[in-house]
């Protein structure tokens, strides 16, 4: 009560922290009249200004107000859009390394260009982060405009970029791209040999747009780039026609998690099958034998019972290609691991592509957190602030609209099943569609979206789909859905970052219509005709009432919710929002209210009736913050396992960087040998210990093994008071007289590269089967909770242990091929005569002149490449093919240059030839 009294007389934190920013607004308002006198020239000169006042010792807070102004200004006469003061705000927002929560068509894109300006300044470099190619092109090409008119650079990651490309691109001032592009990048960047093969700079600043999606919804998925294994496809297709057979009571689903058990008697009856098929190497189905097919075969029963088609996944070109459960789009190039999608290849009879080992993994968690500053935007922020600043300690600040929100949200309305809530959309939609009104439909699934669609035919509706099979027209699909009586069926839009305008795009519009025309009076005419038909629709879509935005079910998530509600109403337009529910729907199914509720709803409600009640509504919030939570739950899971991992990949990376940068590794190899060396004595000789407890022969074999050498171990033994250091010393004193000879006889730059390149391929090497062993670690850890034992707990000390026996391996591994080696100078090649000079090869009459050879190659082309050239040799004789004088001759020319005839021949081939 006295929170909400408070609230009132003061207004909450959020408007407070607001208020306060207001202040520098008024700054940068002040400082308008005097930018806008600036010329072109003089608006561009400010760059080179502010540089010189950060070099004199300011700080970016300290140039705020006046980069502000300055971008306000060349936005209006590059782009003619002036930033509003509440984008003012989110500007500054963004620069302080804070989330900025703004309504949908507020112009989050222009807002960034705010940020990405004042911190480009420094020359450090700013990432600007999107959900997918299209925006992070569609944001380069549109918002650089601006930042070249101020004299910044502006690159683009995309896929299917090369190298070069790639690095020009980072080493620009800003540059866009996505959130995966960036992530892979990263990590291939760490698995090159040379510092000058790597792509990206030091990490500066980032702004993420779509933060929620991006660091909340994506989160749960690591980034993993993998090389394949050995091809089991076989083992995948019996596995799959083995679980095709068992019966719905031999396993146990949750479809909570999408996990699936066996039951007892299912795996008895399973164990049976697989003997039968001759797939099992032992009898009993748990002898560590058995482990891969065990594993398969529950991948396989996950693939048939909990993975469905046009749901999770579709088949593209005989391809199993995943969806993003949140967004609705197609992940081209992303696999499930652990051999799930090669079960779920299996299973659909496609081509089974091998399955793959992990060579590099990041989450985005731990990706965008070595970042010195990041920020971000979205429309929908605000329900996820408490994990947004436990995970990056990044504050969300809500925006307040430029123009005050007038959309009407109105209840939820509940039916008894799926049918009747479809038959009312569709009635819905029909009355909506017959006043002209635009519809915007969101489906949480392909499956749902195409039997609305169904739906809408019987009653005559002529409608869009947009889900990810129409991926590619997904912008222009979205652009047009505030037509008059236009009805769009979307799976998701989360993140789709194109303005539903009433009365259509404008831009699309134009660029769709008038594309292939060419300018002129025509291109003109369709332009305004188009501009003239676009006003009309708008006032007629105004009064039918705006954007209708009808949900088909609720998200597990409010925010996805929110983004579908928030497509209506943008910049005060009027608008109208709705959700369909039934007690058929996933969200109510799985995490609804118990069975009492269901059976009330089933008793009350007759065939086609509606029910609607803030006491429902509540129930579904309830639900969805119990799914929330269970989500939140699993991402700060993933990310406390990974940070297990980040800590060893940090030292990993840091040592091959310092091995990249170093001139020599010889310190760090000498280094390594005398630890491996120490290790192998102390292991067979432990100290304290007596020598008739040593494991002699043991160490001999090691030593020979590993060092190559067979060093007279029971002689030094006789001798009196020998000590395992005293062992120690003399094997190392053997092996660095060894390395000394080697680099004695080698050229030093040559034995320093091999050193090299030895200690950075077995690195990664021991570094990718230490991934694959915590890959495995990770998945039976569980296991030890039957045992009372924390199971992160028991990953970090494992996991801590396995590091440490890696290092131990690769000592050993690099000490072991560098003093076994040999350094073998090849041969120098055989003496050959150099190459010869181009002649000009030709085949003249010496009577008339005329060349009647062909080129060289035997094609013909000598009288095309010389003979009909204005300048060449043949065009400049005279009657009876004598040569005239040259005209270059006191001209100084170089043999070499082209011949200022203009005949794009170098001299001595034209003119320089009658010398």
Not at 44 to 60: E, M, N, P, S, V
Not at 141 to 149: A, D, K, T, V
Request: hydrophobic share 35%; glycine share 8%; net charge negative.
């Amino acid at each position: 009560m006295l929170k909400a009294l408070g609230k009132t007389l003061f207004g909450s934190a959020n408007d407070r922290y607001v208020k306060s920013i207001g202040k520098v607004v008024e700054q940068i308002n002040a400082l308008e009249p005097q930018i806008q006198e600036l010329t072109d020239e003089e608006l561009k000169a400010q760059t080179d200004k502010f540089r010189q006042q950060l070099a004199d010792g300011q700080t970016l807070d300290d140039i705020l107000p006046e980069a502000f102004a300055t971008v306000r200004e060349a936005s209006i006469r590059v782009l003619g859009m002036r930033h509003f003061d509440v984008q003012m705000i989110g500007g500054i927002v963004l620069h302080r390394g804070e989330i900025a929560e703004m309504r949908t068509g507020e112009g989050k894109t222009l807002v960034a260009t705010l940020a990405t300006y004042l911190n480009a300044i420094e020359g450090k470099g700013v990432h600007v982060v999107t959900v997918n190619d299209y925006l992070a092109r569609r944001d380069a090409e549109w918002m650089g405009q601006l930042h070249n008119f101020l004299g910044l650079t502006v690159g683009v990651i995309v896929p299917n970029l090369n190298e070069f490309e790639r690095r020009e691109a980072y080493a620009s001032d800003i540059t866009y791209g996505t959130n995966n592009e960036f992530g892979f990048d990263y990590l291939r960047d760490n698995m090159k040999h040379e510092r000058s093969q790597m792509v990206q700079r030091p990490f500066n600043f980032a702004i993420v747009d779509e933060v929620d999606s991006i660091l909340i919804d994506e989160a749960r998925t690591p980034l993993i780039i993998s090389g394949p294994t050995e091809d089991k496809s076989d083992l995948y297709v019996a596995l799959d026609e083995i679980v095709k057979k068992v019966p719905e009571d031999w396993y146990e689903k949750d479809e909570k998690t999408k996990n699936i058990s066996w039951t007892e008697d299912g795996i008895e009856q399973a164990e049976q099958m697989l003997k039968d098929a001759g797939l099992l190497e032992t009898d009993n189905l748990y002898d560590v034998e058995n482990t891969q097919v065990v594993h398969h075969l529950d991948q396989a029963l996950k693939a048939n019972i909990m993975f469905k088609r046009d749901t999770d996944y579709i088949l593209k070109d005989d391809k199993v290609v995943i969806i993003d459960e949140f967004t609705g789009r197609m992940m081209d190039g992303r696999r499930w691991s652990n051999g799930l999608h090669q079960a779920v290849e299996a299973k659909e009879g496609v081509k089974i592509e091998p399955e793959n080992q992990t060579m590099a993994s990041i989450t985005f968690q731990n990706y965008f957190r070595m970042y010195p500053k990041l920020s971000g935007m979205t429309g929908t922020a605000a329900t996820e602030a408490g994990e947004f600043w436990e995970i990056y300690k990044m504050n969300v600040v809500t925006i307040p609209t430029h123009k005050p929100v007038s959309r009407i949200d109105e209840e939820d309305e509940f039916y008894k099943n799926t049918a009747d809530k479809f038959q009312a959309i569709a009635k819905a939609i029909r009355e909506k569609n017959e006043i002209g009104q635009p519809v915007l439909v969101g489906t949480v699934s392909i499956e749902k979206s195409e039997l609305l669609s169904q739906y809408l035919d019987k009653e005559g509706v002529k409608h869009e789909v947009l889900n990810a099979r129409q991926h590619e027209r997904e912008a222009h699909i979205v652009a047009q859905a505030g037509r008059l009586g236009a009805v769009t069926i979307a799976t998701n839009m989360a993140g789709r970052g194109t303005d539903i305008q009433l009365g259509g795009n404008l831009e699309f519009r134009i660029e769709d219509e008038t594309g292939q025309m060419e300018d002129g009076p025509e291109k003109d005419a369709a332009i305004a005709r188009i501009k003239e038909e676009v006003a009309g629709e708008k006032k007629k879509v105004l009064e039918a009432g705006g954007l209708f935005v009808l949900g088909t079910e609720r998200h597990e998530s409010r925010r996805i919710d929110n983004q579908l509600r928030g497509r209506s109403g943008r910049q005060g337009d009027p608008g109208l929002s709705r959700f369909y529910l039934c007690l058929e729907d996933d969200l109510l199914r799985i995490f609804g209210p118990d069975t009492l509720f269901a059976k009330m709803m089933n008793s009350n409600l007759e065939d086609g009736e509606a029910i609607g009640s803030r006491w429902l509504s509540k129930a579904i919030e309830t639900a969805q913050k119990k799914v929330e939570a269970r989500n939140y739950d699993i991402r700060k899971q993933v990310v406390e396992y990974d940070d297990v991992m980040n800590d060893q990949r940090k030292v990993i990376y840091e040592q091959r960087a310092e091995i990249m940068d170093s001139e020599a590794v010889d310190d760090v190899v000498v280094d390594m040998r005398h630890d491996a060396i120490q290790a192998l004595v102390y292991e067979h000789c432990p100290p304290g210990s007596y020598p008739e407890q040593w494991n002699v022969e043991g160490l001999k074999e090691k030593v020979e093994e590993v060092l190559g050498l067979t060093p007279p171990l029971d002689q030094w033994l006789e001798e009196d008071q020998v000590e395992p250091e005293i062992i120690e010393e003399r094997l190392r004193q053997q092996t660095d007289e060894i390395m000394e000879r080697k680099f004695a006889n080698a050229e030093p730059g040559i034995w320093r590269r091999v050193e090299k390149s030895i200690l950075l391929d077995r690195l990664d090497h021991h570094w990718k089967e230490h991934l694959a062993t915590l890959d495995a670690l990770r998945q039976v850890v569980f296991l030890r909770a039957y045992a009372q034992k924390q199971p992160i707990n028991e990953y970090k000390q494992e996991a801590f242990s396995l590091f440490e026996k890696m290092l131990d391996t690769l000592r050993e591994d690099v000490t072991g091929i560098l003093v076994k080696s040999e350094l073998r100078v090849p041969e120098p090649p055989k003496e050959k005569l150099p190459d010869l000079p181009d002649f000009l090869t030709g085949h003249i009459d010496p009577l008339t002149g005329l060349d009647n050879s062909n080129d060289g190659d035997g094609s013909e082309g000598q009288e095309a490449q010389f003979g009909a050239l204005a300048g060449s040799p043949r065009a400049a004789a005279g009657p009876g093919g004598a040569f005239v004088e040259d005209p270059y001759k006191d001209q100084n020319i170089s043999r070499n240059a082209l011949c200022p005839c203009g005949s794009g021949n170098k001299y001595k081939h034209c003119h320089g030839a009658m010398r």
